[in-house]
């Protein structure tokens, strides 16, 4: 895999190797974490952010009353709820990470299409 890059990279000018530089770099976890808030779905990551602090106060909150209860039956009562928040949060979580995956290989994708256009545009050019 190594051999086909480093052919690549020969075949590119140094203009499209400086563009092609910029995008090897993957974001910081901070700007990936930001750029779910961009583009058409942004309301539904900002929906999953709200959903999520509500799931862990909720399920704080029955914690809460879980360990102050005193009666078997109460600390039942308070558990369930308190187990179906912090189990809701870690789905919330689970979809987060799958939409930074997302983004991750659709980054990957874009930057072979830019490989290939530039390796075609070149080819195009020589014959």
Not at 34 to 62: E, P, Q, T
Request: with cysteine; hydrophobic share 55%; proline share 2%.
């Amino acid at each position: 895999m190594k051999d086909i890059d480093e052919e690549i990279r020969r075949t590119l000018s140094g203009e499209d190797s400086k563009l092609l530089a910029r995008f090897e770099v993957d974001p910081s976890l901070v700007r990936q974490v930001l750029d779910l808030f961009s583009g058409n779905l942004r309301w539904i990551s900002a929906a999953g952010w709200v959903a999520g602090f509500a799931l862990f106060a909720a399920g704080a909150y029955f914690w809460w009353r879980f360990v102050h209860a005193e009666e078997l039956r109460h600390m039942l009562l308070w558990l369930a709820p308190a187990a179906v928040c912090f189990f809701g949060l870690g789905l919330v979580k689970i979809w987060f990470w799958l939409e930074l995956q997302k983004n991750a290989v659709l980054r990957e994708v874009k930057r072979l299409e830019l490989q290939v256009a530039r390796l075609a545009a070149r080819n195009a050019g020589a014959s």
